[in-house]
């Protein structure tokens, strides 16, 4: 593999007070995410409020400001618009119309097309779902999330031992958590599409965690000469260069999805760059320090 980085030797564990704090406002931010979502306050998608969503591509480009008031003169209230003016598509997403199911997209459409009847519309796509229908999926997706988590504990403790368990665990959430809070504080819609790409970052922080675990593992044969935190040291600083490689080329992957994959993917890909950097910050920083906070005094040993 290339190395763009060699014979380091820098005191990660040395810096762990420091990284600590900025785990910490990540995991807090998360946290606050997690109440807001639960309590109905975060800026969740209509998979799981319920409501409808419509997608749209016009003929010739149109003023947003147009299609607000085309809808509004309809009787449509309390709706989201996005446009996108380079394809001429707009989105309009309206949360929580069970009462309407079934014909609000018609109403939507048709609004639209008598609006404007020299501009072709084209139907992208629709979709609607009821709050009850999104309360289900709300709840389907933290059990999801909660799942993969008792997943990877169980793999980690069954592959090295239960405090580097915690460590693996404690860095995928701490991952997942960043994420979840960074998107609640720019105010990006949580929704299914943000939930598969937090799951597929606790997959990738897994991987890149398990890889200092391996080196550790095979660096403990030096615990007689060095200290236990001079090993994890050593540890890091050999693989180093290799996680940066990885990271760059998978966030290489994740930046031409952001700019050339489209909207549908655009917040997945979003989701997806910030993973794969905090992901690579906690697999350095913050699951080591934690597998040695956990151990304490204790000798740390692990499965051959």
Not at 44 to 57: H, N, R, Y
Not at 119 to 143: C, F, H, M, Y
Not at 164 to 183: C, E, K, P, R
Not at 280 to 287: E, N, R
């Amino acid at each position: 593999m290339i190395e763009i980085i060699k014979k380091t030797n820098i005191d990660f564990m040395g810096l762990k007070k420091y990284t600590f704090i900025i785990s910490g406002i990540l995991v807090i931010s998360g946290i606050i995410a997690i109440i807001q979502i639960v309590t109905g306050s975060a800026n969740l998608g209509i998979d799981f409020v319920g409501g409808t969503a419509v997608q749209l591509k016009f003929e010739k480009q149109v003023p947003i400001q147009d299609v607000r008031h085309m809808l509004e003169s309809a009787g449509i209230k309390d709706f989201d618009l996005q446009e996108f003016p380079t394809v001429n598509k707009v989105l309009i997403r309206i949360k929580q119309k069970e009462e309407t199911l079934g014909k609000f997209s018609q109403k939507i459409i048709s609004t639209l097309r008598n609006g404007f009847k020299g501009n072709k519309i084209t139907v992208d796509s629709t979709i609607e779902i009821g709050p009850k229908v999104g309360a289900k999926l709300r709840q389907d997706a933290l059990w999801a999330i909660l799942a993969a988590t008792l997943g990877i504990l169980l793999y980690i403790a069954w592959r090295f031992q239960f405090s580097f368990s915690i460590g693996a665990t404690a860095a995928t959430a701490h991952d997942v958590l960043a994420v979840l809070g960074l998107f609640n504080i720019m105010g990006i819609e949580i929704n299914l599409i943000v939930v598969s790409a937090l799951l597929t970052i606790a997959g990738y922080s897994l991987t890149d965690t398990v890889v200092v675990f391996d080196r550790i593992r095979e660096n403990l044969r030096y615990v007689a000469k060095e200290s236990i935190v001079g090993v994890i040291n050593r540890s890091i600083n050999e693989v180093l260069s290799r996680t940066i490689v990885t990271s760059l080329t998978t966030l290489l992957a994740a930046m031409a999805l952001f700019l050339f994959g489209g909207e549908v993917i655009h917040y997945f890909a979003l989701a997806m760059i910030l993973g794969i950097s905090v992901g690579t910050y906690s697999s350095v920083f913050v699951a080591s320090p934690i597998v040695l906070l956990w151990k304490g005094k204790k000798p740390l040993s692990i499965k051959k």
